[in-house]
């Protein structure tokens, strides 16, 4: 009798242990400039709170109680820094690393973000949506699909947004930001090549009211530039944009760039120390976002002589051989 009792006693913390061991958890690991922090966890698609956790000695855990597995967002001040989706076993991220690996669907998704990367790096917006696209339906039955279901709605067509969105998981569907994305792409629509460019309010340098149409000069070509002081991309492609201004500045091309999402004093610096020398809009923040519904900047656009936008989302590249092929 007393050995029927031990073996059960034994048996019931194995299976104790099992059960925990499948569990998900995630173990968090931060430099020092993180500790005393909180880490929040939230549904990606909805930022519905899922955990929160302070960082103490470098370390956080997270505990999650199963059910059926959720892609999140990993979230440090406010700005999110990895991301993991709570599946059963045990998964490492640190503050160097932007998605959480040791589990199957964690390893996964790291692999696909890298190479989506690599894709980033080459400035190659077809290739890129190729990829999400392919990624998405490769995942349709994982909650991967909820991320690149997002990155596919953020930059495709309104047409292909509507056609994604008809066939999607219901938790993708109905989820405030593939709503907020495909609202985002009708605002695309509404500005696509052929539509005349809508104007909206900035300021110049000196604070003084601006609009975009004060330096678009009808009978010009107008490269616009949304950028903003924050974004290495942004600061990376200036030089190319000086190489533009120069040659075509007495081809009837001018440039204007415009500051957005950022503090007027931060883009004047950034003029100042990156030697812009083409007019900026300032302070326009979010409007030109809610206008022509792009989701990552540096965005150009193309307006021609007439007030028509030619082109949008293009590499400099990309518009410099369009004026190449008007100007033959």
Known sequence: MRKSIIIASLTAAMLSVASCDKQPKLDMSFSDKFEGQSVELINFLDSTAIASVVVTDGKAL?????????????????????????????????????????????????GLLSKLDSIENLDDMPAYLDFVRNAYNENKDNPLSSYFGIE???????????????????????????????????LRDNTSPGKQYIDFDGETADGKPAKLSTYVTPGKYTIVDFWASWCPYCIKEIPQLAALEEKWKDKGVEIVGVAVRDVPDDSKAAVKKHNITWPVVYNTQRRPYDIYGFSGIPHHMLIGPDGKIISRGETLSQIEQRLNNIAE
């Open 152 to 186: 596919w709605i953020k930059y495709a067509d309104l047409a292909q947004v509507d056609s994604l969105l008809a066939t999607a998981p219901e938790a993708l569907k109905n989820s405030p930001k593939a709503r907020h994305y495909r609202n985002f792409a009708q």
């Open 62 to 110: 997270i505990d999650s109680t199963g059910g059926e597995p959720v892609f999140t967002a990993l979230l440090i001040d406010g700005r999110t820094r990895a991301f993991y989706v709570t599946e059963p076993g045990q998964a490492f991220v640190n503050d160097s690393t932007n998605s959480a690996t040791g589990t199957p669907l964690n390893d996964r998704f790291a």
